[in-house]
């Protein structure tokens, strides 16, 4: 068990411009989680996936926001058009489907748009 | 739906005495109670979980936290603080699906030596 890993940790990119993260959940984890976390707030749901099928998805998430799950294993968040309120920390989680089971988190990526 | 309120977003404690973090839930199942460790520029890490059974949970490095249902409290304690508990601490709810955590806003504990 490796955890939860995100790639990259920190990434500045320049208004406009389409970034990509990606996210590798613990191994036996069927559900793949989406958060974004701003300073001094807590983590904010944004999409949810069980195994391949995303099956939930905020409504307060821009259309320039999309998530993909291929094949039930590793995830990718894509923005495009970046804006600088997208300045944040994307957080992915994973856990099992038993009620009641945590959710184990990575350490995140740093989005800094400039 | 379910939600999270934590009372005060800064708590500052001297160390060695009693740590208390206040969480309050709103669900409308049985819910399911998470409080989540985070330190600066980290993900989060569980320190404990209620489900079902025993209303008293303890967790990692010495917290507990008790489910009252009558109050809808999930209050996290601690008897004696360390220096090393300095982290912002979040409560969370998860209802039957568990297709959601909803987060509070966070308490930011500060430990003064």
Not at chain 2, 48 to 55: F, H, I, S
Request: hydrophobic share 30%; glycine share 8%.
């Amino acid at each position: 068990d490796t955890g939860v890993s995100q790639d990259p940790r920190h990434k500045i990119t320049k208004r406009g411009q389409n970034v990509t993260f990606r996210c590798d959940p613990i191994s036996e984890h069927n559900r793949l989680y989406w958060y974004r976390q701003t300073l001094g707030q807590g983590p904010e749901f944004l999409t949810y996936f069980q195994n391949e099928a995303q099956l939930e998805k905020s409504r307060l998430l821009s259309d320039r926001f999309s998530a993909e799950r291929p094949k039930g294993s590793f995830s990718t968040l894509e923005i495009q058009r970046t804006e600088q309120g997208d300045s944040a920390m994307y957080l992915c989680a994973s856990s099992r489907l038993q009620r009641g089971t945590e959710a184990f988190f990575g350490q995140g990526t740093r989005l800094t748009v400039v | 739906a379910q939600s999270v309120t934590q009372l005060g977003s800064h708590v500052s404690v001297s160390e060695g005495a009693l740590v208390l973090l206040r969480c309050n839930y709103s669900s409308s199942v049985p819910p399911y109670l998470f409080w989540y460790v985070q330190y600066p520029n980290q993900g989060l890490q569980l320190l404990l979980k209620y489900t079902t059974g025993a209303t008293l949970v303890k967790g990692i490095n010495g917290f507990e936290a008790e489910f009252k249902k009558s109050e809808t409290s999930f209050h996290l304690t601690k008897p004696s603080a360390h220096m090393s508990d300095a982290a912002e601490y979040f409560c969370a709810v998860s209802g039957n699906t568990g297709n959601q955590f909803y987060f509070g806003t966070g308490t930011s504990l500060t430990v003064i030596p």
